[in-house]
Antibody, heavy 121, light 106 residues
Framework: QVQVVQSGPEVKKPGASVKVSCKTSGYTFTSFGISWVRQAPGHGLEWMGWISPYNDNTNYSQKVQGRVTMTTDTSTTTIYMELRSLTSDDTAIYYC??????????????WGQGTLVTVSS | DIQMTQSPSTLSASVGDRVTITCRASQFISNWLAWYQQTPGKAPRLLIYRTSILESGVPSRFSGSGSGTEFTLTISSLQAEDFATYYCQQYNTYFSFGQGTKLEIK
């Protein structure tokens, strides 16, 4: 069965970077993209971007463009999301999820458990 | 960016009730709409995609409808495990989510 397992919680200082991993299994890694979505405490869901493990194409939201990099490691079927220049506004649970697509229209069908990133001095 | 607006923000209901949540898109999204359920401390769970198609394993009391810019999620007879927060999400152009509807016990 499809499994998506994320790395553990992180505590970072303002200005630092964080790199969250998303280990996938149970399906053909290069056949499905991965999205990243975050949720600030008590708030809703915010899409950050996605990556295609097939060709490493990425799309990032305007809000995090320039601070985020998503990468893949096909040998370990793992996806990484690095966010730089952290501020307290980046404190959130970060979720990765597998994209199911019809042409270019994709939604998430399997989610990781989430990774809490806390930014605090 | 496509803005998604859900109503109501909070909904109080009882077990056995029929409830409907509405989601409006700021522009035409055809039928590229999904619904997710999230319980506290958990990741979202896909319920419905392409407006009305039930994800495998989702109970048939959940249904979705709509097209264009107006969509609804209906739960025909609420069960205890349905009290959660529900999000709509458009995927016509990248992703954007509604702000969520918290379904609470009356």
């Amino acid at each position: 069965q499809v499994q998506v397992v994320q790395s553990g919680p992180e505590v970072k200082k303002p200005g630092a970077s964080v790199k969250v991993s998303c280990k996938t299994s149970g399906y053909t890694f290069t056949s499905f993209g991965i999205s990243w979505v975050r949720q600030a405490p008590g708030h809703g869901l915010e899409w950050m971007g996605w990556i295609s493990p097939y060709n490493d194409n990425t799309n990032y939201s305007q809000k995090v463009q320039g601070r985020v990099t998503m990468t893949t490691d096909t040998s370990t079927t793992t996806i990484y999301m690095e966010l730089r220049s952290l501020t307290s506004d980046d404190t959130a649970i970060y979720y990765c999820g597998r994209n199911r697509c019809f042409g270019g229209n994709c939604y998430v069908d399997s989610w990781g458990q989430g990774t809490l990133v806390t930014v605090s001095s | 960016d496509i803005q998604m607006t859900q109503s109501p923000s909070t909904l109080s209901a009882s077990v056995g009730d029929r409830v409907t949540i509405t989601c409006r898109a700021s522009q035409f999204i055809s039928n590229w709409l999904a619904w997710y359920q999230q319980t506290p401390g958990k990741a979202p769970r896909l319920l419905i995609y392409r407006t009305s198609i039930l994800e495998s394993g989702v109970p048939s009391r959940f249904s979705g409808s709509g097209s264009g810019t107006e969509f609804t999620l209906t739960i025909s007879s609420l069960q205890a495990e349905d009290f959660a927060t529900y999000y709509c999400q458009q995927y016509n152009t990248y992703f954007s989510f509604g702000q969520g509807t918290k379904l609470e016990i009356k």
